[in-house]
């Protein structure tokens, strides 16, 4: 996979907007950015993915710098439930379909 | 509802005694994927299956065997378990995807809730 970068740890105020960030600086062309997170010792949950664009879902928005050399996961208004590892994950491409690295991730905490 | 169980969620046992731990899905996913997680190791592969009868070997496959005979169901067998194989793991599953298209994503994987074991 390509390698990411992202902080340790994090935290957010409930209610506001939580900024995750993420670098990826030797993505290629066709891989995607993909977001999950991990509730302590639950099982990883997706949450989004994207290539260019900048995507949206009922979780979470995902901002796709135009270099594609870093990327942000944006909670827009955090809740306690968001507390949770957040990892930023590159597929590589030549590898098998389906094998995802998950790195250290970001600890966010939401206080209340 | 779209899920991925896992039995048992907890296990205690001793050295030797062979175990299963057993994984479904529901939602007719060709992919499915073992996990085991470790503290200051992440999430580490064990085995995955591309569909039916076909396996391969993940990262840390040592110590386990798996087996896809069914579509929905990806057991993972520890024929002779130590206490290094203590450990919480994952059963992940996804679709595979449309095929051929050079910007085809991977899909998002759905994961178990997990299974404690330990291993005295």
């Known amino acids: 996979d390509a390698k990411t970068t992202q902080p340790t740890s994090m935290d957010c105020a409930e209610g506001r907007a939580a900024n995750l960030p993420c670098n990826h600086s030797?993505?290629?062309?066709?891989?995607?950015v993909y977001w999950y997170r991990q509730i302590h010792s639950q099982g990883p949950q997706y949450i989004i993915h994207g290539l260019k664009n900048n995507e949206t879902n009922e979780m979470a928005s995902l901002i796709i710098t135009e270099d594609r050399k870093s990327s942000t996961l944006i909670l827009p208004h955090a809740t306690l439930r968001d507390t949770a590892v957040y990892y930023c994950i590159v597929p590589d491409r030549g590898s098998t379909l389906g094998r995802l690295y998950f790195g250290r991730g970001t600890q966010l905490t939401v206080w209340p | 509802e779209a899920q991925v169980t896992q039995n048992p969620r907890y296990l205690i046992t001793v050295t030797g005694k062979k175990l299963t731990v057993t994984c479904s899905q529901n939602?007719?996913?060709?992919?499915m994927s073992w996990y085991r997680q470790d503290p200051g190791l992440g999430l580490r592969q064990i085995y995955y299956?591309?569909?039916?009868?076909?396996?391969d070997k993940g990262d840390v496959p040592e110590g386990y065997k798996v087996s896809r005979k069914e579509k929905r169901n990806f057991p993972l067998i520890l024929e002779s378990p130590s206490p290094n194989q203590t450990s919480l793991y994952f059963c992940?599953?996804?679709?595979?995807?449309?095929?051929?298209?050079?910007?085809?994503?991977?899909?998002?994987?759905?994961f178990g809730d997990g299974t404690r074991l330990s291993i005295l």
């Open positions: 030797t993505i290629s062309g066709n891989e995607y």
């Open positions: 992940a599953s996804s679709s595979t995807g449309i095929r051929g298209l050079k910007s085809s994503p991977n899909q998002p994987q759905h």
């Open positions: 939602m007719n996913h060709e992919y």
């Open positions: 299956s591309m569909n039916v009868e076909v396996t």
